[in-house]
């Protein structure tokens, strides 16, 4: 969906690294997510924000921290890489709207090589 | 070509058949179900939604059917095109605070 972007689609990257992914998103959404997906498994979220100022942690955050610097991005940190964070990330957005519906919206991936 | 999903169960298809994807769900909690189709080097896509007041509810070419009871969904593609491989989960959301998503199925169609 272009209307949610990732940079960079692809990275490579050392162990003990710092690097950060990035997402933007033009739907004007205030929550906004952050997924990894690893083959054979379901998407898990690593953290999720609903609004600048209201960040929580998901089912698997140790080793990752986020920033969310305006409404419309939200960025994912490996603070210290290692191997075992290979894996496809995903950003998401979501349009919540109080009825008990919440579709979620999805980046492009970006993928990511901790060698 | 893309890793997601090396070990998913597979579906192989004859174009213009019927596909039925199934997902068994976790939570008889869950009140709110998705499916979405995720093609090769691409983001998972928002396909057809389901609240769980409701058993049945039809898209366009596509039916999701919701059994509460064994705690079982389906996604029925009618007329199956080349353009419907991808693999496919669903989701469960319960109360807006938590989604929980399958692995899986890799549809493949064959012309």
């Known amino acids: 969906d272009a209307d949610v972007t990732q940079t960079p689609r692809n990275r490579i990257t050392k162990t003990g690294k710092r690097i950060m992914l990035e997402c933007s998103q033009t739907?004007?959404?205030?929550?906004m997510y952050w997924y990894r997906q690893d083959p054979g498994l379901g998407l898990r979220l690593i953290y999720y924000?609903?609004?600048?100022?209201?960040?929580n942690k998901g089912e698997i955050s140790d080793g990752y921290s986020v920033s969310r610097q305006a409404q419309a991005k939200f960025s994912l940190s490996l603070e210290s890489a290692i191997p075992n964070q290979t894996a496809l990330y995903f950003c998401?957005?979501?349009?919540?709207?109080?009825?008990?519906?919440?579709?979620?919206?999805f980046g492009p991936g970006t993928r990511l090589l901790v060698l | 070509g893309e890793s997601v999903g090396l070990h998913l169960p597979t579906l192989s298809v004859q174009e213009g058949d019927n596909s039925i994807i199934n997902c068994a769900y976790s939570?008889?909690?869950?009140?709110?179900f998705i499916w979405y189709k995720q093609e090769s080097g691409k983001g998972p896509q928002f396909i057809i939604d389901?609240?769980?007041?409701?058993d049945k509810r039809q898209g366009q070419r596509v039916t999701v059917l919701l059994n509460k009871t064994v705690k079982h969904l389906s996604l029925q593609i009618a007329a199956t095109q080349p353009g419907d491989s991808a693999v496919y989960f669903c989701?469960?959301?319960?109360?807006?605070?938590?989604?929980?998503f399958g692995a899986g199925t890799r549809l493949t169609v064959k012309p």
């Open positions: 939570n008889s909690a869950s009140d709110y």
């Open positions: 924000s609903f609004d600048v100022k209201d960040i």
């Open positions: 989701a469960e959301g319960y109360n807006n605070n938590d989604m929980r």
């Open positions: 389901i609240r769980s007041n409701m």
């Open positions: 739907k004007g959404h205030d929550r």
């Open positions: 998401a957005t979501s349009d919540f709207s109080g009825t008990g519906q919440e579709t979620q919206y």
